[in-house]
């Protein structure tokens, strides 16, 4: 059983243009991945309310899609997550679902020729039998089921191709997830087989069944089982009969179709490959009677502005997003102008603080300081005038001054680091300012100042 892996981050290297369509749990995007110069189209799937449960289930379906690899199956090619949730990728398939296909026709009141009926059939075949007989890494089965056969999940091509998708709702013998709940059912009503709605446990020949519903409806143009009472009748209303509603049908194409509705799983034929054998058959033996009919050019015929128009919105989707990205990258050398500015003028402050620091490597020392001569004023005495006692003040400052070195040399000298802390011009204190005067009876010549 493969354990539950949470998805990895991964760059955003996938872009969603514009929304293709949206179920019950997903939506999917047309989009594209850019590396560099590289471009390519593809269809991005996301789901619409991301859970513990449905994120699980998203992964196992990205699982089993990608151990399918036919050409009537879509592939899932790339698996993510970014910050919008996990995602898938698939090659963007240019067309139609087979839903529709039976809307346009239906809208023209044609019917789909009974050839091109026994081709879909054929290919939707092949491509179940893809899925029912895939193995894993190591050769065991995947016992894959759909579960979910119906036209909305078949896609057609412009150029006739035929593939299955969505395999959400699949039931497999490695799923990771249980699928079914107690009392749910998982499917489209009108397309489960009558042991779904008894909630028994599927195989592939439930899956036959939905095929059995499909091409009844391609042939009729209606549908077999729809209403409040289509579970009802899908139990209990016996399988009808096409060659009612579709006078041009063989009768191996109608007893095929009433094989593949029967009640009971054992009375349906063996296997998918066994059905695409039956219609290849009949397909064949219809090309030599009436000439070969292309699905492609009916498409074409139904939808003739169809493709026009969807690589016309890619290629506007492409150009506002290119658009978007120049103007991105004109507005970056600005930004980058202006950030290198910053970090430049950053840098040049931070190497101003730096230079103004001592190195540590190289601590300055510190030299002993002589007090300055200070004029000291003396108070009057009777011993001496005070003319005498200021010049004696005087002449004892230098002997004071010189004596200072002469103490603070026998001191033991200090290596310490000198910090200078540059302070806000407003910050500073402002200088004291002494008004330099000569004491009275003093001569001017005879004043000493402090520096």
Known sequence: MWPILRPVPTPARYQALFELASGGMGVVYAAQRREGDFERLCAMKRLLEPSEESQAMFLDEARLAASISHPNVVPVTDFGQDDEGPFLIMPLIEGTSL????????????????????????????????????????????????????????????????????FGVARAKTRSTETTQLGIIKGKIGYLSPEQLRFRKPDARSDLFALGVVLFELASGKRLYAGEDAPLRIL?????????????????????????????????????????????????????????????????????????????????????????????????????????????????VALALRSAEPDDANPVEAAPLAAPPVAIEAPPTDEAPESEAIAQAVDDAPEQASAAPEQTSEAPTMRRRRRRIRRPARMRPAPMRTARRCPEGVPPELCVYPD
């Open 236 to 348: 209990e209303e016996p399988p009808p009969n096409l060659r009612v509603v579709r006078r041009d049908v063989s009768a191996a194409f109608r007893d095929l179709v009433r094989g593949l509705l029967a009640k009971s799983p054992d009375a349906r034929p063996g296997s998918a490959r066994e059905v695409a054998a039956a219609l290849h058959r009949q397909y064949a033996e219809c090309v030599v009677e009436e000439g070969r009919l292309e699905l492609g050019a009916l498409i074409e015929e139904l939808f003739p502005n169809a493709q026009r128009e969807l690589r016309e919105r890619i290629r506007q989707a492409r150009e506002a997003n290119a658009d978007a990205k120049t103007s991105s990258d004109r507005r970056w050398p600005r930004w980058a102008a202006a950030a290198a500015a910053m970090l430049i003028a950053g840098g040049g």
């Open 99 to 166: 839903r529709g296909l039976m809307k346009g026709l239906r809208a023209q009141d044609r019917p789909l020729p009974v050839q091109l009926v026994l081709f879909i059939g054929e290919q939707i075949a092949q491509g179940l039998a893809a899925a029912h007989e895939a193995r894993d890494g190591s050769g065991e089965p995947l016992d894959i089921v759909h579960r979910d056969l119906s036209p909305q999940n078949v896609l057609l091509g412009f150029d006739g191709s035929v593939r299955i998708t969505d």
